[in-house]
């Protein structure tokens, strides 16, 4: 294939289709990290079972209700977020034509993209020894929770219980007595899947395009969760003792905290490593007198007397704004940072400057804020091309122009709801 | 017939790394098992600073017992070179001449002032792939500030969100920021591999700890803001806009986690709990509302049941049941996990420094190029002699005066 002439900025991925099975946040994130790169990624969906995503609170009104029966599947601000520079078909899978079509997609695409339960793809005759028949090399990526094999690969696992079960959760919290914090306000579990599927996927792009060779790839979300602790379970193994939760506490670093700020309920993180930083920050400080005392002179003297320098640093960063006090101590290379809610990220002019959030006209919602890319490539960047699709927005396009289907048996094949 | 062994996915794919403690190693890490030749480049003497960073069998420092270095550089090969020198960067250049991707996480200052930014690589390597991780990324008003994985997960949005309202805002534990910024510059590198084959071009790989995580992890926040004014608080051991019960509460030994968003999952626990009735009264029913407006009080109708049992009581009656509940499992017990172990997913590893330990094996498992298991951490320098002789074709005087004069 002969590289295109003059284009500049051409998508990476363009090459690329890919049909994505994914629901709720781990397969549809998985699918939009390689759309966003150019990838031509066709949600598969249908009204039988609307993706969880398009369910919930509305971006406008409050009928949540509604919104939870599937009254607003265009509304939902999350879907938005993950599905973006996607392709939609609505596509029965519970009909056997439904199936077919499906099928007649794979065959032209090189990548499949699941995160059913154990078990669904080959109850839809669409598991990897079917695929290979209908396209020998495609890819074919599969994200169950637990794993296809093992004594508790049906178990029902959302991304927190994934997380409890790897160990993360178990160190997500103050030490000492208070009760476990364990939440991390996040999809953790989800997104690290997500990511490793990603990544797995363009190896094997890359294989492919050496080999001629498609896989299957499996990613469990709690191998893929579990992968990212090789400290802890190390630790455990050499101490003898699973690590416990710790706060904000690093025995490499003291100070290291988020200390309480002029305002209520904001706050610094500053992060001091080496002696030569700490003599950084007291002369940020202006040298005020516990700067002195002997028993925060080294590391060693700073980490064992860690609830009285916390103190006085708190005592110090009460007085002034999160912005003053990181202003002020990278002026003197010391590591600080305001920790930043959404509105404070939205301004803030360094991840404005990165594009870190971006605007795309959606049809329903008129111009509406997306997160960037999390990555930047100078060369092929790739971006937000065009807003989450409407259920069922590319019908036309994938049945007719790809697939060859009439649009007379389009109309009998909604009208079955088939193509639904 | 046996098909042969697959080389890996990333067979052919040359790096040379230039990291230190999580992301860059990380990042290295991941490539090397997908089957990229992966050089890691560590200063004389006493090595990147993970060898100093613990845990460390007994609580005792030492270079080649570094847990977090031994966990982020399998599978790699390592030398030694001093890059202050100019014979140093002369033999890093040489590297970088059959090298696809040169991959660092160093102050953005010692970076330029050494010459190995993007900027000043491109001329002499065009088709080279420079992948930059750094807590902020590599341009915009912060690109010179000093950072850590707590700043990172500071700027990222996440701290704010997590822990209790009355305390600190917590960072996210076990430098997460790294890993995952380190698996999501494998993936961006990969693309502009794929991308090079289309524009016979290198290029900058820009990743930002604190926008990886940010961006990826946050989805709620952003829309929330936009269409609710919200713009961010603590919530504790429960997850905020969700359906109750969502939440990690204590039990007789320990703790559990519990995540039932369907209905039928709320009456199966109901009825677990002997308590099938609470769905007729409105308070009880609006799960959306238990979440939000009053959380303290739905936990305490559910916390008695779990207080008077064990984890393993807990987990054998909703696996009956098929709830969406199960322990929080300390990292002993994580090893110990029948799912995990059934599926051989920690895999020994022998090194000459240390004890056999089991590491947490590659996620992925690929049918025609598996992730591959090479080789331990390199110990300092390990590979020098084998990358500058058979491979760049120094001669062994030659090799003996670099030791001498502190280049490797």
Redesign the interface.
């Known amino acids: 294939m002969t590289?295109?002439e003059n284009?500049l900025t051409?998508l990476?991925?363009a090459r690329y289709r890919v049909v994505d099975f994914g629901t709720a946040?781990a397969g549809p994130?998985a699918a939009q990290?390689l759309a966003d790169?150019g990838a031509e990624v066709i949600k598969v969906e249908s009204r039988a079972r609307l993706d969880g995503l398009r369910l919930g609170r509305p971006?406008?009104g409050e009928d949540?209700a509604g919104g939870d029966r599937g009254l607003w599947p265009e509304l939902q601000?999350?879907f938005?977020?993950?599905n973006r520079n996607k392709l939609s078909v609505t596509l029965n899978l519970k009909t056997a034509e439904g199936l077919e079509l499906a099928r007649e997609l794979l065959a032209r695409s090189d990548v499949a993209l699941n995160n059913y339960s154990p078990g669904v793809l080959q109850r839809l005759g669409l598991d990897?020894t079917e695929l290979r028949r209908l396209r020998p090399d495609i890819i074919l990526v599969s994200m169950p929770a637990?794993?296809e094999?093992?004594?508790?690969?049906d178990?029902?696992?959302?991304?927190?219980?994934i997380?409890?079960?790897?160990?993360?959760?178990?160190?997500?919290?103050?030490a000492g007595d208070?009760?476990?914090?364990?939440?991390?306000?996040?999809?953790?579990s989800d997104?690290?899947?997500?990511?490793?599927?990603?990544?797995?996927t363009?190896?094997?792009?890359?294989?492919r395009?050496?080999?001629g060779?498609?896989?299957?790839?499996?990613?469990?979300q709690?191998?893929?969760t579990?992968?990212?602790?090789?400290?802890?379970?190390?630790?455990?193994?050499?101490?003898g003792?699973?690590?416990q939760?710790?706060?904000?506490y690093?025995?490499?670093?003291a100070p290291?905290?988020?200390?309480?700020c002029a305002e209520a309920d904001r706050?610094?993180?500053?992060?001091v490593?080496s002696d030569a930083e700490w003599q950084s920050f007291c002369a940020a400080l202006g040298q005020p007198e516990w700067c002195a005392d002997p028993r925060f002179a080294d590391h060693q003297g700073r980490l064992q007397h860690l609830a009285e320098l916390d103190a006085h640093v708190a005592a110090w960063t009460g007085q002034h704004t999160a912005q003053e006090i990181t202003d002020r101590l990278?002026a003197h290379?010391?590591?600080?940072?305001?920790?930043?809610?959404?509105?404070?990220?939205?301004l803030?002019?360094?991840?404005q400057?990165?594009q870190?959030?971006l605007d795309v006209e959606h049809p329903h919602v008129g111009a509406e804020?997306?997160?960037?890319?999390?990555?930047?490539?100078?060369?092929?960047p790739g971006g937000i091309r065009t807003p989450a699709p409407l259920l069922g927005q590319h019908n036309e396009y994938v049945f007719q122009e790809l697939l060859g289907v009439s649009a007379a048996e389009m109309g009998r094949l909604a009208e079955a709801q088939v193509i639904y | 017939m046996q098909p042969e062994p697959s080389p890996g996915?990333?067979?052919?794919v040359r790096v040379v790394e230039w990291g230190s403690l999580v992301s860059a190693p990380?990042c290295g890490k991941?490539l090397a098992e997908?089957?990229a030749e992966v050089i890691k480049v560590e200063p004389p003497g006493v090595g990147e600073e993970a060898r100093q960073?613990?845990?460390?069998?007994?609580?005792q420092p030492h270079p080649e017992r570094s847990?977090?270095y031994?966990?982020?550089n399998l599978n790699k090969r390592g030398i030694t070179l001093n890059l202050q020198s100019g014979p140093g960067r002369e033999l890093l250049g040489r590297l970088l001449e059959s090298a696809d991707i040169f991959l660092e996480n160093q102050p953005l200052p010692l970076v330029e002032e050494l010459g190995l930014d993007?900027a000043a690589l491109k001329g002499q390597y065009p088709r080279l792939i420079v992948t930059s991780i750094s807590?902020?990324?590599r341009?915009?008003?912060?690109r010179g500030?000093?950072?850590?994985?707590?700043?990172?997960?500071?700027?990222?949005?996440?701290?704010?969100?997590?822990?209790?309202p009355h305390?600190?805002?917590?960072?996210?534990?076990?430098?997460?920021a790294g890993?995952?910024a380190g698996?999501?510059?494998?993936?961006?590198s990969?693309?502009?591999?794929?991308?090079r084959?289309?524009?016979?071009?290198?290029?900058?790989?820009?990743?930002?700890e604190a926008?990886?995580i940010?961006?990826?992890?946050?989805?709620?926040?952003?829309?929330?803001?936009?269409?609710r004014g919200v713009?961010?608080f603590?919530?504790?051991?429960?997850?905020?806009l969700g359906l109750f019960p969502?939440?990690?509460l204590?039990c007789k030994d320990g703790?559990?986690?519990i995540?039932a968003?369907q209905i039928e999952?709320y009456r199966r626990f109901l009825a677990l709990l002997g308590e099938p009735d609470w769905t007729a009264d409105p308070r009880y029913r609006d799960r959306?509302a238990m979440s939000d407006q009053y959380p303290a009080e739905a936990e305490a109708l559910i916390a008695p049941w779990f207080m008077e049992r064990t984890k393993a009581e807990i987990l054998q009656a909703c696996?009956e049941q098929?709830?969406?509940?199960?322990?929080?499992?300390?990292?002993?017990?994580?090893?110990a996990?029948?799912?995990?172990n059934?599926?051989d997913?920690?895999r020994p590893v022998e090194h000459p420094w240390t004890?056999t330990?089991?590491?947490?094996?590659?996620?992925?498992?690929?049918?025609?190029?598996p992730a591959r298991l090479l080789r331990p951490a390199p110990t300092l320098g390990q590979h020098n002699r084998e990358i500058l002789g058979n491979e760049l074709g120094l001669a062994e005087a030659a090799i003996s005066h670099l030791e001498r004069a502190g280049v490797i």
């Open positions: 590289p295109p284009d051409p990476p991925l946040w994130m990290l790169l971006i406008v949540i601000p999350v938005h977020g993950i990897y637990l794993g094999t093992g004594p508790l690969r178990v029902l696992a959302y991304a927190p219980i997380q409890a079960l790897s160990g993360l959760m178990s160190v997500v919290g103050y208070e009760q476990l914090v364990g939440e991390l306000q996040a999809p953790w997104v690290v899947a997500a990511l490793h599927a990603a990544l797995a363009v190896a094997a792009l890359r294989h395009n050496h080999t060779q498609g896989q299957f790839i499996e990613v469990a709690l191998e893929a579990a992968s990212l602790l090789g400290e802890a379970f190390l630790d455990c193994q050499m101490s003792a699973p690590p939760p710790q706060g904000n690093h025995p490499a670093y290291h905290n988020n200390y309480p706050w610094v993180a500053i992060a490593g990278q290379g010391v590591a600080a940072m305001p920790v930043m809610n959404i509105e404070d990220q939205f803030d002019p360094h991840l400057e990165r870190a959030y804020w997306l997160y960037g890319m999390p990555w930047l490539l100078g060369e092929t | 996915a990333l067979n052919g990380f991941v997908l089957g960073r613990g845990p460390f069998p007994a609580g847990g977090l031994l966990f982020a993007y807590p902020y990324g341009s915009g008003p912060y500030y000093r950072g850590s994985d707590l700043t990172a997960n500071a700027m990222s949005g996440l701290s704010f969100g997590t822990g209790h305390r600190e805002p917590l960072t996210t534990p076990l430098h997460q890993y995952l698996v999501g510059a494998a993936f961006a990969i693309v502009a591999l794929l991308g084959d289309l524009t016979g071009r290198g290029q900058l790989v820009d990743v930002a926008q990886v940010g961006t990826l992890l946050t989805g709620y926040h952003l829309p929330t803001y936009i269409y713009a961010g603590r919530s504790g051991n429960r997850m905020r969502n939440c990690v204590p703790y559990i986690c995540d968003p999952q959306r696996l098929r709830i969406p509940c199960v322990p929080v499992q300390t990292f002993d017990e994580a090893l996990d029948p799912q995990l059934a599926r997913y920690f004890e330990y089991r590491y947490p094996g590659p996620p992925y498992r690929l049918s025609g190029a």
